[in-house]
Nanobody, 117 residues
Framework: QVQLVESGGGLVQPGGSLRLSCAAS????????MGWYRQAPGKQRELAATINSDGKTNYADSVKGRFTISRDNAENTVSLQMNNLKREDTAVYYC???????????WGQGTQVTVSS
């Protein structure tokens, strides 16, 4: 069973930066798309950013220009650089990996990001 392990969450002031990282327990399990989703208290889980094996990226409008997703295909790791963080970015951030188009078969346990002064 492939496991995804996130790291890098924490408490940061508005305008600050954080970098999230996610590592897969296996290096070759046919992953296509990797991404970051987030869930704020009382809200549904939503897309933050995704990246496919060719490096094509997709961002939620709310994070465009502030977040950058990157990936190491050889290591099956994905990172999310978050700059100019806002209070509304506060959420649990989940790493996800998709093997079959349209499905995310693998999820991390989540890492808390809190933006507060």
């Amino acid at each position: 069973q492939v496991q995804l392990v996130e790291s890098g969450g924490g408490l940061v002031q508005p305008g600050g930066s954080l970098r999230l990282s996610c590592a897969a327990s296996e290096s070759d399990f046919g992953v296509n798309v990797m991404g970051w989703y987030r869930q704020a208290p009382g809200k549904q889980r939503e897309l933050a950013a995704t990246i496919n094996s060719d490096g094509k990226t997709n961002y939620a409008d709310s994070v465009k220009g502030r977040f950058t997703i990157s990936r190491d295909n050889a290591e099956n790791t994905v990172s999310l650089q978050m700059n100019n963080l806002k209070r509304e970015d506060t959420a649990v951030y989940y790493c996800a990996a998709s093997v079959t188009a349209g499905n995310y078969e693998y999820w991390g346990q989540g890492t808390q990001v809190t933006v507060s002064s």
